[in-house]
Each structure stands twice: as C-alpha cells, then as structure tokens.
T-cell receptor, first 115, second 114 residues
Framework: NAGVTQTPKFRILKIGQSMTLQCAQD?????MYWYRQDPGMGLKLIYY???????DKGEVPNGYNVSRSTTEDFPLRLELAAPSQTSVYFC??????????????FGPGTRLTVL | EDKVVQSPLSLVVHEGDTVTLNCSYE??????LLWYKQEKKAPTFLFML????IEKKSGRLSSILDKKELFSILNITATQTGDSAVYLC??????????????FGTGTLLAVQP
C-alpha cells in the first residue's frame, strides 16, 4: 500500500490564483481529513469526510472547498489564494471517525506559499 | 474556548539525558489525549491516553495522563539524536461521532545534541 499520498509537495501561488491540492489513499479508509499547520503551531482541521459524497467543515474551513466523489480521493480546493493560506497542508485518513488515534494515517504534506 | 498548551516550547539536551515534555488542556467533553512525533514531515502517532494514572510505554518513551489536573507528560529516557523532532500533543473533545474536535498544541521542539 502506498498509504496516503499528496501532490504537489510544494507550490507557490500568487494572490487570487486558485489551485487544488490532491490527496489519495489506497487503504479503503472511509474517513479522510484535511489539516493545515502554520509555522510553530499545531494542526487545525479544515474539512473532513465520513465517506464518499459526504463532507463537513472543521475548525478553519473559510477559503477552502472539498469534494469526495470516491472513497480514495479527497481534493482540497483554494479558489482565491490569500497570504493567510500560506501553510503546510496535511491530508489524513482513518478506518473510523477517530480524529486522533493510531488508525489515523497522515500524508507527507504540501507546503504552500501565497505571495 | 478549548485549548491545549505545551511546554517548554523548545528544549536542547545532550544524548543520554532524560526529558519530560508537558501538555495541559482545557476542553469541553474530553475524550482522549494523543502524542505525536513530527520530523519535518507528517506527524506519526505515539500514544493515545484515555484513563488517568495508567502509563503507556514504548521503548524509551512513556506517557501518563492526569484527568483531575488536566495534563499529560511525555518522558523520553536515554535520549538519542534520532529523538530530535517536534512533539505534538492533541486532545480529542466532543460528544462523539462527527461533532468531535481534535485540538493540537503548538508542539515542543526537542533537539538532542551528540
């Protein structure tokens, strides 16, 4: 299993540009999550999904959108990039809705800079 | 407002030293406390604690939770340079299911010098 994969690893955007951060998992996990980690800070939950076709907001959803058309994929969309969205983004998946547990697998992260 | 506070923010020790990392929390409807190790990439799970006073142990690492005083400690004995990382504490809070939250602390940066 490849686990949780994320692309791209790095990206620089200009203010107002849009992009999609890709996340995929091959473990047949129902639950998937997007976090952001600002420098020197803990992770904050942006959106999560309990299964294909179902998504819900986390702590910091503003400026982002997600979709879950398949069990495997959970892309995160930034429509109008802002400097405040400069962060490292982590995707995670788990077998059950356990926001923190040994079943939650994190992807390697995407470092995004908005200039 | 729910919060998780870790101390110290950073720590420099020498190989062989023992370190204690602290995590205190104030949350509504505590469910569990978790420790992660983060080495430049994604966090990796260390421990999940749900009951007070029961030590969890994995090799040189151990952790314990005090639900009365609302804190947890992570101990690392005989530190090695490979222990250098950010250690994140997180608390899961809520009534269960989809409404739960996972609140992370800012982390403790541990540097182990040879």
């Amino acid at each position: 299993n490849a686990g949780v994969t994320q692309t791209p690893k790095f990206r620089i955007l200009k203010i107002g540009q849009s992009m999609t951060l890709q996340c995929a998992q091959d473990m047949n996990h129902n639950y998937m999550y997007w976090y952001r980690q600002d420098p020197g800070m803990g992770l904050k939950l942006i959106y999560y999904s309990v299964g294909a076709g179902i998504t819900d907001k986390g702590e910091v959803p503003n400026g982002y959108n997600v979709s879950r058309s398949t069990t495997e994929d959970f892309p995160l969309r930034l429509e109008l990039a802002a400097p405040s969205q400069t962060s490292v983004y982590f995707c995670a998946s788990s077998t059950r809705l356990a926001l923190g547990s040994d079943t939650q697998c994190f992807g390697p992260g995407t470092r995004l800079t908005v200039l | 407002e729910d919060k998780v506070v870790q101390s110290p923010l950073s720590l420099v020790v020498h190989e062989g030293d023992t370190v204690t990392l602290n995590c205190s929390y104030e949350v509504t409807n505590f469910r569990s406390l978790l420790w992660y190790k983060q080495e430049k990439k994604a966090p990796t799970f260390l421990f999940m604690l749900t009951s007070s006073g029961i030590e969890k142990k994995s090799g040189r690492l151990s952790s314990i939770l005090d639900k009365k005083e609302l804190f947890s400690i992570l101990n690392i004995t005989a530190t090695q340079t490979g222990d250098s990382a950010v250690y994140l504490c997180a608390v899961e809070a809520g009534y269960g299911g989809a409404t739960n939250k996972l609140i992370f602390g800012t982390g403790t940066l541990l540097a182990v010098q040879p």
